[in-house]
């Protein structure tokens, strides 16, 4: 069994001086901070420094040029955020599980001068909590509001309240500034982001929060190849809601993402694989693994979620397609629904181990502010409390239907202590014999090291570790590719990759 004793560094954020004294504000200097947040000790903390969110380096990239930005990010284990040269301005991106976070450095700095400004998913769904911990927030896309921001700072005519639109052309905004990332510290900097929304609208997804409206919008496939090729690292990550959602539009990305021999992973819905050519577009173009939101085996759940799925007992059959391409799978799977009930777990992760999933993570059922699910558990009178802190999936926050608060996170523990036993991990082996030792050692790595994890992300050693495996396994993927490229008519036997995808 993993350990779960977790290093202090990865529980608590970084000390905030209360007696600190700085220098001058630096006129037209920014600084951007992602929030520390604890990290879940039954998941593997490798997750968190796979690949950097775009929040802030997209922010970055629409920084008028006569401004200097510096990027910080907390859960690199780097002590608090810099304070010299002192910015004028901080932008800090808000999540709910870091909101408390935010306020803290926003209070930090504001009580020395520094204008701060909030964007984010919880200052969507929380105007009103959040408006008076910052000087100004930016509702909804920040890109385009940005240097507006900014010059509203520099007449003194900062306003409380920005609002952005997603209806603009995507493909206008500039590209993330990826070179202020420290490159040491994530598995890969090249985060790619292709299309944004979803063809869904899931009661408890974030998506359906009250007043966004993100229309599914694609940039230009050129962008997205110039970027992955601009940065230079064999290994993408997109970070797409759902890549699949348009499937004419992920054919094209294949075809125009191919020549690169590089490799990717992303995040679709099961229904990519109602045409199993797009699947070998996929593989043909570098995809290794997908990170699918099954979400429950249970029809009665998906439908009651409003989620538009093949029936689950469909599952199993196009796991085999995506395996059949070479392609591993992440599943992802939300305990607590409300026809769940103490059989969940076992059936859950005996389902896993006998399609093979390569991963999978488990997420207890949380309902974010403001949408749909959150309404429908307040009305209900579920919510066990609003502290925010503990909205991150793996607490219980609402009294499940058919079974205790206890009883669900118990069974999510037990799904994790099942998921990373030497057991499991055997039981899940790929097929293809050639695949198994890399398996074995991307998942021993990967999910039974956590305090290895720590070493690493402390000492900046992420990149150093991973970045030869990533090479083997874009080797080994383009030998692979070369054999699925011939053969169309007989599918190869499947072959394993060191990564498994997803977040
Ligand atoms: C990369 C990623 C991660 C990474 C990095 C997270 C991090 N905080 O650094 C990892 C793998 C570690 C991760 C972990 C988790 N994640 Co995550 N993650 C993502 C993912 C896939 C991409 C984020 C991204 O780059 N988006 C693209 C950027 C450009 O969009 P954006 O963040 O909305 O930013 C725009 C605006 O909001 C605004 N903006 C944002 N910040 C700022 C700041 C300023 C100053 C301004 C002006 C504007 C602004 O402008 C930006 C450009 O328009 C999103 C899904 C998604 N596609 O967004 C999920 C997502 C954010 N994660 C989510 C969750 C639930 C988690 C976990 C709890 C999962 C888990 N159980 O482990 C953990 C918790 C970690 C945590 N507490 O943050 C949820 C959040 C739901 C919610 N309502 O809060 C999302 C939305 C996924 C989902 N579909 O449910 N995640
Ligand atoms: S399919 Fe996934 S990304 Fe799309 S709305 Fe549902 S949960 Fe959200």
Known sequence: MASLWTPRAMRIAPRLDPTAVVGPVQQRHALLINPFYPKDPHASFGKHVLTPSLALTSIAGSTPPEWSVQYWDENL????PPSDPFPQVVGITVHLTFAERAYALARWYRQRGAKVVFGGLHVLSCPEETTPHADAIVLGEGVHVWPEVLRDVECGSLQPVYRGTYRRPYRDDPPPRRD????????????LIA???CHNRCGFCYLATDGLHMPYLVRDVEQIVDEFAADDQPYAVFVDNNLGSRPDYLRQLCRALAPLDKIWSAAVSIDVTDDPSLVREMALAGCTGVFVGFESLQNDNIKEAG???PRTEDYARRVRILHENGIQVNGSFVLGFDHDGRDV???TVDWIEANRLECATFHILTPYPATPLFRQMEAEGRLLHKNWNLYDTSHVVFRPRRMSAEQLAEGYAWCYRRLFSHRSIWRRRPEDSHAV????AMSYLYKRSNLFWHFL????LTAAIWRPLIEVTRRRHLKYRATLAVSEQTPPPSVGSLISAGV
């Open 77 to 80: 284990l780097h002590g608090p």
């Open 345 to 347: 777990f076992a059936r």
């Open 195 to 197: 299309t944004r929304g």
């Open 437 to 440: 030792l890399p398996y074995l």
């Open 307 to 309: 989620k538009k799925s």
């Open 457 to 460: 992300i402390r000492y900046r």
């Open 180 to 191: 202020l990332l420290p490159r040491d510290s994530f598995l890969t900097t090249s985060s």
